[in-house]
């Protein structure tokens, strides 16, 4: 049996999330969660009645707890029954009396004051108004009482202003008066917030106690609690969370940019309560790394469970076929391992790590096949300055290699690369920038430094940077702070830069307050952003764009995320974070695209309810030149480039792992050149190796088409139609004979994927980024914009509409991880 101390920690919690999802303000009386905690044990019962199926017996169980329940409320209450009897005793002046009396004070005489108070009788046209002034002088009573319990040196006023009330002046009581209300406005309501959550809080933590001490099966109430709290937090929308110890460390070090580690990105198993899509930019040695295959993944790159994944998505079972085919999957990926999927320069890569080798053992501590993601990443962590040795094969290398490394606080830059394109005498330059960590600012002014003075001696003297081309594409934001500093280079100061407002959060306004490091009237500034742009990166493409310093180019809008989020410690080393206000561009538009509304209810579906926002109920705003943009669906290019896309084939090499286990195994055989490139051999080589993987079913290249399928193959088994089902057999092999044709439509495409997943395994990641921006279609049509003077200043022109750019090409698809669109501290997030 759990100690009640458990319980009383676990209401702790779930009153503090409680009262500041309620809160008007970002104030809580924390005394108020302390005398909760210290709420004597009496007012439960130590042993509850077993009750069967017996309607006397559920009565009576009802009945005490309800007893329980009422005895529990009427202690917490702050207003007692005989409170008037004791303001009477210590001869408190009533000012409902005092109104009535006038100027009689013979308190001694019952007779002569209901004589005073029939001759002063109010006129009946006033009687309702002075019931009204009864009603909030008794309320002023009660403020009074509750301030008396919260602040007990407050009983001795009443006798002290009887001593010297003669003395005073009505100047000087008014003054006193104003004092003590002032401080009930301020801690009453607050106060009364805590009053209010007693219910459902004493609710909690009853339900929970009796499911530790007579659920039929032993229960986890740590679990059953995070259940609790994640279900109600889940109702109102998809950022508002509970963060567990384990989570608030991750999102703490997320946002620092900053670990203790050895700068190793891994993939593998993770266990089932993690098997969800990457969250945030994470650092190495973490559990969901962006760009790495997260888990058991099937061959469309979706996590396997052993259970869950043997029902469809309406909770039937699937074929026999299906289910093999997940069972093979789920073996596969548990015979791979734990796999390096990045080794960060300057850390691990300098040791000698690179991409695809497989983890063995981590200081003689073998890694077996139960080991996840999450156990390896914990063991890999440790504080600085401690030696830690990792024993690893390597496709094409025979045996077991060990190296021994420190671990450090290993920094994750949010600038992936700057450099000059094309010819460096043109001065363009291009920044990627992944993320708004702590550093971000500063990393963002050296690398504008660093090109600037790039651009200038390429020229020898002639000029410095002539265009710059800022790729915020899949950035899922980060720090308010760090947003405000990057746009601060950009900016001319003084200008706004993003505002925000909400129910309980202070209204804010962020101006840039010092010179821009970057003189957009030298030098052009275009911006890279797609649908996965969200965030702190869409308010840095809001001030831009709302300012006219640059010109937006993508596919079409960002995500649309307005919201703040605040993240605040709670005891036991967690957090939480949830949303607290919307931010606004310097034009005034607010980017939300999808209105959130609280769900749950008893009988009702948890989860909140989302509506996107309608094309009729956006609103027109206008940018500092006076072009029109609007709200309520993201940041809207300027110019339009039609982003290349990725055939089903490709789609379904890249999610399977082909291609990487193609690399792995060309590696065994072959040694890189430096002037390597995939032949038309290599490429065929490829093609069988595939055809292979089909055959033995470990990939399905119709799984594109899996879904709607099923579908249809459920509709028509309902309906009885067999003739029918069988031709859906037919038309999967049909779909795989067309998916293989596909092999020689876009040859190049997937040649290049192949190139880039054989160099990952020996050069570093800046240099794979620097390789891919020179065939990247948006970042050409941006170098094209800002080398054309009169295109760039004709787009930023009043009353301009965006243009659109076409094309044909097909390239490879981003394999990153699904980046969510949250990841802060620092008490704003956004």
């Not at 309702?128 to 602040?151: G, H, I, V």
């Not at 396997?304 to 299906?322: N, P, T």
């Not at 043109?426 to 003075?453: C, K, P, V, W």
Request: charged share 30%; aromatic share 8%.
């Amino acid at each position: 049996m759990k100690s009640r101390n458990a319980f009383l920690c676990k209401s702790t919690r779930f009153l503090l999330v409680l009262s500041w999802l309620a809160s008007d303000t970002n104030a809580f009386v924390l005394p108020a969660t302390r005398n909760f905690v210290d709420t004597p044990t009496s007012r439960y019962p130590s042993k509850s009645k077993l009750c069967f199926h017996s309607h006397g017996n559920e009565e009576g169980s009802r009945r005490r707890k309800r007893d329980i329940l009422r005895k529990r409320l009427r202690e917490s209450s702050v207003i007692s029954s005989g409170w008037r009897q004791r303001r009477k005793s210590q001869q408190l002046v009533s000012p409902s009396v005092a109104l009535q009396n006038g100027k009689n004070d013979d308190d001694n005489s019952n007779n002569n004051k209901d004589d005073d108070l029939s001759s002063n009788k109010l006129p009946q046209f006033l009687e309702p108004y002075n019931q009204r002034l009864d009603a909030f002088l008794e309320k002023c009573s009660e403020y009074w009482q509750q301030l008396q319990t919260k602040f007990p040196f407050l009983k001795e006023i009443p006798e002290w202003f009887g001593n010297i009330r003669e003395r005073l002046t009505w100047g000087v009581l008014s003054f006193v008066a104003g004092i003590v209300f002032t401080i009930g406005a301020i801690f009453i309501p607050v106060y009364n917030q805590v009053e209010t959550l007693t219910e459902p809080v004493t609710l909690f933590e009853t339900i929970l106690s009796d499911l530790d001490r007579g659920y039929v099966e032993e229960v986890d109430t740590n679990k059953l609690f995070e259940t609790g709290i994640s279900a109600m937090l889940r109702s109102l929308d998809p950022y508002t969370e509970f963060e567990g110890r384990q989570q608030a460390t991750d999102l703490t070090e997320s946002i620092e940019g900053k670990y203790g580690g050895v700068g190793l990105v891994i993939s593998g198993r993770v266990t089932p309560e993690k098997k969800t899509p990457a969250k945030l930019n994470v650092p190495a040695d973490q559990a969901t790394p962006v760009g790495a295959k997260e888990g058991d993944m099937d061959s469309m790159g979706n996590a396997v469970d052993e259970l869950e994944d043997y029902l469809d998505e309406d909770g039937e079972e699937i074929d026999a076929e299906e289910r093999a085919f997940f069972k093979k999957q789920s073996q596969l990926a548990r015979d791979r391992g734990i796999h390096v999927v990045s080794a960060f320069e300057g850390y691990a890569f300098d040791y000698g790590m690179r991409v695809g080798d497989k983890l063995e053992s981590i200081d003689d501590k073998k890694i077996t096949a139960d080991f996840t993601v999450e156990d390896v990443r914990n063991t890999l962590r440790g504080e600085p300055g401690t030696l830690v040795t990792i024993s690893f094969t390597r496709e094409g290398v025979e045996g077991v290699q060990s190296v021994t490394m420190p671990r450090q606080i290993v920094r994750v830059r949010d600038v992936k690369l700057a450099t000059l394109l094309g010819d460096p005498r043109d001065g363009m330059g291009y920044i990627q920038l992944s993320g708004f960590a702590s550093q971000t600012g500063a990393e963002m002014r050296n690398a504008i430094l660093t090109l600037q003075q790039a651009a200038l001696d390429a020229s020898n003297g002639e000029h410095t940077l002539q265009g710059l081309v800022l790729d915020l594409r899949g950035n899922p934001g980060g720090l308010l702070t760090s947003a405000v500093d990057v746009s601060s280079l950009l900016v001319p100061k003084g200008s706004d830069i993003v505002s925000a407002r909400g129910r309980g959060f202070p209204g804010v306004l962020y101006r840039s307050r010092v010179d821009p490091i970057l003189d957009y009237s030298q030098t052009k500034l275009a911006v890279l952003v797609n649908d996965r742009t969200a965030s702190a990166a869409e308010i840095v493409s809001g001030a831009i764009q709302d300012l006219d310093v640059g010109i937006i180019v993508g596919t079409d809008r960002t995500f649309g995320k307005g919201l703040v989020q605040n993240v605040e410690e709670l005891p036991f080393d967690t957090a939480l974070k949830f949303t607290v206000a919307k931010y606004y561009t310097p034009s005034g538009r607010c980017i939300q695209g999808i209105q959130y509304k609280e769900g749950g209810g008893l009988g009702a579906n948890s989860r909140y309810i989302e509506k996107k926002v309608a094309e009729k109920d956006r609103g027109v705003f206008y940018t500092k030149l006076g072009r029109p943009v609007q709200d309520g669906g993201g940041i809207e290019a300027d110019l339009k480039v039609a982003a290349p896309k990725a055939s089903a084939l490709e789609v379904t090499l890249l999610r399977s792992n082909m291609i990487a286990d193609f690399a792995a195994q060309w590696s065994r055989s072959h040694e890189l050149s430096n002037k390597f490139e995939v032949d038309d051999d290599t490429y065929r080589e490829f093609q069988k190796f595939v055809s292979q993987k089909q055959q033995q079913g470990e990939i399905k290249l119709e799984a594109l088409y899996n879904g709607p399928i099923v579908d249809l193959k459920k509709v028509l088994q309902q309906s009885g139609y067999k003739g029918s089902e069988k031709e859906l057999d037919r038309l999967k092999q049909t779909i795989v004979r067309e998916v293989m044709k596909d092999f020689d439509r876009y040859k190049t495409d997937i040649k290049e994927d192949i190139t880039q997943s054989i160099l990952a395994r020996y050069l570093p990641e800046s240099m794979l980024i620097e390789r891919g921006v020179k065939t990247d279609v948006q970042v050409k049509e941006a170098v094209k914009l800002l080398s054309n003077s009169r295109r760039f200043d004709r787009i930023l022109a009043k009353g301009s509409s965006q243009e659109n750019v076409e094309t044909s090409s097909l390239k490879v698809a981003s394999t990153e991880a699904g980046k969510d669109t949250e990841g802060a501290k620092l008490n704003v997030k956004w």
